[in-house]
């Protein structure tokens, strides 16, 4: 009777190594499709933040864009790492949430005149979506990915985390730091 408990218990513990894989349930494949999702949306993060750099009015706000396009770049290679380290190819499947919001992106460029901290205002605007949208997304993958016992994984995801996190914070700081009293000024 010990034993069949003991076996029992064994088939339903976490893994605990480094790699402990699941490649086999339904939820390890739910995370790599979502790996698929993110690693879209950073590829079309990364072409659409020189747009939002160029139309930027501030100086700062046009930096903020260059920094976050270059840590997008960052991002892109360590779901790379993250794809290599769970003997994944790594692709992409096309995230309908990114999309929407990198067109809502362009839409706030179009309906607001060049120039202008109105522009600036609505640029931020957009750009925290998105990343509260990777915020929400690397924060659950990270603990799924700890659910599994992928530690390497893991520490990547939490990499990027803090990343995307601090860039929500500067945004937040150059909007409450002049483009919005500036903005309602106009």
Known sequence: MKTATKTVKSKISKPSGKTGKMENSEFHDFFI????????????LVKALPKMQKAATSTELAGAFEKHTQETQEHIQRLEKVFELLGEKASAKKCDAMAGLLEEATSIIEDTKSGTMVRDAGLILAAQKVEHYEIGTYGTLRTFAENMGHTDVQALLQQTLDNEKETDIALTKAAEGFINEEASAE
Request: no cysteine.
């Open 33 to 44: 499709d979502e790996l698929k999702d993110i690693y879209w949306a950073e590829k079309h």
